[in-house]
């Protein structure tokens, strides 16, 4: 069994910062591409950020020059930091991994509980 463990959200204030992070466990033999979504309320889930397992990564116009992504293969983890925070991004963020597990080699996604992010203005 595979979980993902979300961490780091909360209320902040237009232009201040967060820092998002993902932990993979469980029955893990590889992890491809790790992302990050959101969604805002009456809005569908929208990508913000992934980043393959070679590092590539594919932005949402939205964030170019204010979010970034990066992983640490060695803890399984994923990190989103935000900065120069804007209402607009205010939302439930998801992390969504792929990973194949040790149990039959098999190959899905997986995604994380939510965690909200406020930004206030």
């Known amino acids: 069994q595979v979980q993902l463990v979300e961490s780091g959200g909360g209320l902040v204030q237009a232009g201040g910062s967060l820092r998002l992070s993902c932990a993979a466990s469980g029955s893990i033999f590889s992890i491809n591409t790790m992302g990050w979504y959101r969604q805002a309320p009456g809005k569908q889930r929208e990508l913000v950020l992934a980043?393959?397992?070679?590092?590539?990564?594919t932005y949402a116009d939205s964030v170019k020059g204010r979010f970034t992504i990066f992983r640490d293969n060695t803890k399984n983890t994923v990190y989103l930091q935000m900065n120069s925070l804007k209402p607009e991004d205010t939302a439930v963020y998801y992390c969504n991994a792929n990973i194949v597990t040790r149990a039959g080699l098999l190959r899905r996604d997986y995604w994380g509980q939510g965690t909200q992010v406020t930004v206030s203005s």
């Open positions: 980043i393959t397992s070679g590092g590539s990564t």
